[in-house]
C-alpha cells in the first residue's frame, strides 16, 4: 500500500488536466467496449451516433429526437437493429 507521501508525489506530477484527460477516456473506452460487446451479440446491427445538440426548449428537444428517429428508422424500416 502506497504512503500518503507516495500519493501525493504522484499527484504532483500529473497536471490537472492530464487527469481530466484521463478521466474522460475511461468514458470514451466504456463506451467503445459497450459498442463491441454489442456488435458481437448483434452483427447485423449499425451503429448510429446521437447527434451533438444543445437544447433550451420544448422545441429544440423535439427537432432533436425527430432528428434522432429519422437517422434511426430508415435501418429499422430494413430490419437492421440500431446500436446508439
Known amino acids: ?8 508525489h504522484a499527484l ?11 478521466i474522460s477516456l ?8 459497450r459498442q463491441r460487446a454489442a456488435k458481437q451479440l448483434e452483427p447485423e446491427s449499425v451503429s448510429v451516433a ?5 437544447i433550451k426548449t ?7 429526437v ?3 428517429r429519422a437517422r434511426v428508422q430508415s435501418h429499422l ?3 437492421t437493429t440500431v446500436i446508439i
Open 50 to 54: 446521437a447527434p451533438a445538440a444543445t
Open 26 to 33: 475511461v468514458a470514451h473506452q466504456r463506451d467503445q467496449a
Open 1 to 8: 500500500m502506497a504512503s500518503g507521501g507516495s500519493l501525493l
Open 58 to 64: 420544448s422545441e429544440d428537444l423535439d427537432r432533436y
Open 77 to 79: 424500416a430494413n430490419g
Open 66 to 68: 425527430e432528428e434522432l
Open 12 to 22: 504532483d506530477q500529473t497536471s490537472l488536466t492530464a487527469w481530466q484527460d484521463r
